[in-house]
């Protein structure tokens, strides 16, 4: 990979791409992070006009593309039309500029397992197309789908090349550790606050018995390089391939944070589907890729990161 767009590249997995990047391949991998600072991607003439002004100054043979409207939670319960048409307008746009400026790339897009349906797991990639998403994620869901339908669309009409690979939930160093995030970087923050202020509780949402699939951030990293560069399907599943009951990640967390309150279930928040799992093995065998990071290595090490991130005054509290 020599010269490589990466769009959303100042989001939680952008960051740790570009960190893989450089890592792995130094001053060899000519890279332009784009941020939302940087083009609005549902701006028809924004996005146009930015990958114009690289068109003439940059040979890119990759364009991986992060890119997404989307919040955890029930915010997408609340929101689907905003999502359905901030998420549609940044695919027509970015698909429509790849084909004008950078036809010879290789595109790489990233979704979410939230794709496939809540029944028959884990799911593999045959299943994607057919099947109805989970009613509370379907705006989400069918855009992602929708930026797997228009790289199969330009494949076939214009020659050109792409991918798109499909994440599990992902954690670690650099994700949000708000009540309102994602469910680990969620739990974890909860859990760490709790341990520093000696709270006597902590709320999780849901009974416990709901099950998750987790990766590792750098895990996800170094799957969707290895996809850019060898992947020749239309589409590879990258997990652990493995569902975690979430009061399981709870007594992981706990116990590597060394809390020692009750920890109460509040079964009337909003939880979503009861499980969502993934088959793998085709990553294996298309890519020789499997996630390096067990579940406890990947809590422990964000667990320290987010320390590392308070003040000493929030570690004192």
Not at 256 to 266: C, D, E, L, T
Request: with cysteine; charged share 20%.
């Amino acid at each position: 990979m020599k010269n490589v767009i990466i769009l959303g590249a100042t989001g939680f997995i952008g960051k740790s791409l570009c960190n893989a990047l450089r890592s792995r391949f130094g001053n060899d991998c000519n890279m332009i992070p784009v941020g939302t600072s940087t083009v609005d991607l549902a701006n028809r003439t924004s996005t146009f006009d930015w990958f114009e002004s690289k068109h003439w100054k940059f040979d890119c043979d990759h364009i991986i593309h992060l890119s997404a409207l989307y919040r955890a939670g029930d915010w997408p319960v609340r929101h689907p039309a905003t999502q359905f048409f901030v998420n549609m307008s940044m695919n027509v746009n970015v698909l429509e500029a790849w084909k004008r400026f950078f036809p010879a790339a290789k595109m790489t897009s990233i979704l979410s397992y939230c794709i496939y349906p809540s029944h028959d797991q884990p799911h593999d990639e045959s299943e994607v197309y057919g099947t109805e998403p989970e009613d509370y994620l379907f705006a989400y869901a069918l855009t992602k789908k929708s930026q797997l339908i228009g790289q199969r669309a330009y494949a076939t009409e214009h020659g050109l090349t792409s991918t798109s690979v499909v994440l599990p939930t992902v954690y670690g160093p650099g994700d949000s550790f708000a009540e309102d995030s994602h469910v680990m970087g969620a739990l974890i923050g909860k859990f760490v606050r709790a341990k520093l202020s000696n709270q006597a509780s902590v709320e999780v949402w849901g009974s416990g018995n709901q099950e998750r699939e987790f990766l590792f951030v750098e895990d996800a990293a170094d799957g969707i390089i290895e996809a850019a560069m060898r992947s020749e399907v239309p589409i590879v599943n990258l997990g652990c391939g493995r569902a975690y009951r979430i009061s399981d990640v709870v007594d992981t967390i706990v116990d590597v944070v060394g809390y020692r309150g009750q920890i109460v279930n509040n079964e009337n928040r909003f939880t979503g589907v009861s499980k969502r799992v993934m088959d793998v093995s085709l990553a294996k065998a298309e890519l020789n890729w499997t996630a390096a990071t067990s579940l406890r290595q990947g809590v422990e090490r964000t667990v320290r990161a987010y320390y590392e991130e308070l003040s000493p005054q929030q570690r004192a509290a």
